[in-house]
């Protein structure tokens, strides 16, 4: 059975950075894509960044606006096993507990995580001052 633990999350005031970390057991990160997703309270979880196993970069539409843009970047270890997800000048808005997952393709940041998706706890950013 798959298992995902994120990582990274915390307080932090707006404009600070924090780096999430995507690890799994059962399963080798590198075959597949990883997204990651986030979900905030009141709000249905949202596609935030995806890297494909072939390590192309993808980010969610929002991404190329004010609120994201150039503000993300996702990355693999493939060694560690793990995905990372840097997250700089973050923004109360930026507030959610974030997920990550596999996913068959990175098309589903944009379309909403499958049904089938795996989910581990989560980890909690809180953007405030």
């Known amino acids: 059975q798959v298992h995902f633990v994120e990582s990274g999350g915390g307080l932090v005031q707006p404009g600070g950075s924090l780096r999430l970390t995507c690890t799994a057991s059962g399963l080798s990160l590198a075959y597949y894509a990883v997204g990651w997703f986030r979900q905030a309270p009141g709000k249905e979880r949202e596609g935030v960044s995806c890297i494909s196993s072939t390590d192309i970069r993808s980010y969610h539409p929002d991404s190329y606006q004010d609120s994201l843009k150039g503000r993300l970047t996702i990355s693999r270890d493939k060694a560690r096993n793990t995905v990372y997800l840097q997250m700089n000048s973050l923004k109360a808005e930026d507030s959610a507990v974030y997920y990550c997952?596999?996913?068959?393709?990175?098309?589903?940041?944009?379309?909403?995580?499958?049904?089938?998706?795996?989910w581990g706890q989560g980890t909690q950013v809180t953007v405030s001052s």
């Open positions: 997952t596999t996913l068959t393709d990175c098309s589903y940041v944009i379309k909403g995580a499958p049904v089938s998706a795996s």
